[in-house]
Structures are given as C-alpha cells and as structure tokens.
C-alpha cells in the first residue's frame, strides 16, 4: 500500500522551503544544508527530540518539550540518513525553482547559501499558498531560537548533532 508523504511532492517542499526562508532577515544568508535540515524537522516534528543536547541546555530542553511527540505510524521514516538523502532531489529542485522564480539570489545558491532576493515576490507567494500549520510554526520558532546562529560544522554544530548529514570530516 502506498501513502502519499509530502516529502516527496516537489510543490509542497517548495512551499515548506518558502516557509522557511520567509522569517530571514534581508541580506541574511543561509547555508543551503541548514534549509534543507529545517525542512526535515518541518517534515518529521518528532525528529526534534533525536537532536544531541549539551548538559547546559535545559531552556532548550524545555523549548523541545513544548513540541509533543505524536507517535504518528506515518511519520516513521526508518533510518534517518538515508531517507534525508531521499528527499535532496527535492530540496534542491524547490530552492532551484525559487531561484528561477526570482525569490532566491542565484549568486548566493551557486555559493551554496540561500538569501531572499525579491521580499515582495516570497510574501505574495507565502501568502497565496497559505499558512504553515501551528505545529510546524512552533518548529521553526524553535529551530530559529537553536540553531539560527550555531555553526553547521564542528563538534557542536548543527551537522553534528542532527546526525542527517556526515560531520566527521568537515573542515573546522
């Protein structure tokens, strides 16, 4: 039996990756991992709860457990990796659309970040498409707080403690 799993529809992983880059302030820049990491927490809310924590962190601790866990048979998603690996096609395809819609800067794609470029463009169309629901709000609110301004690489970085994406041999 086959289930539909919006990680797999191109139009809604644009949607969600518009979502994402609405709250960016002008001129700041994103790396394109990060996105893509945010948009799996977006997919996979219960995921949170797998991120490492350091010992003093328990106001982020607290934040996390304000985001329930649902125990959704259809968010299951096996190993983690492999399935973040599933859906780059797809994050790459919407955030190549919204460079080609004029949204995204396509200097700062190529470099490997993602920076709003049209501010008028990305509100029309968050608006047109609809609203994120309350529950995926609170996750970006919460990986805004995070991990907005944690290095992606490092001991601590945000590779690292997501376990989605090898950390062992990046460059400090």
Known sequence: MITYNPAFDLYHTIFRMAHIIL???????????RVRIWDFFLLFPDKLHSISLRID??????????????????ENCGDVR?????????QTSALSCLVSCGILSKDEYLKGHVRVSNRQALDDFCSRAGDISD????VLL?????SRYMPLTG???????THLLESKYDAE
């Open 57 to 74: 962190e328990t106001d982020v601790r607290e934040q996390r457990s304000h985001i329930g866990k649902t125990n959704n048979p259809y």
């Open 82 to 90: 492999k399935f973040f690996e599933w859906i780059k096609p797809y």
């Open 23 to 33: 709250d960016m302030d002008d001129g700041e820049t994103m790396e394109v991992e």
């Open 135 to 138: 529950r995926e709000r609170q």
């Open 142 to 146: 919460f990986l805004s707080g995070f």
């Open 155 to 161: 001991e601590y970085g945000l590779k690292y403690r």
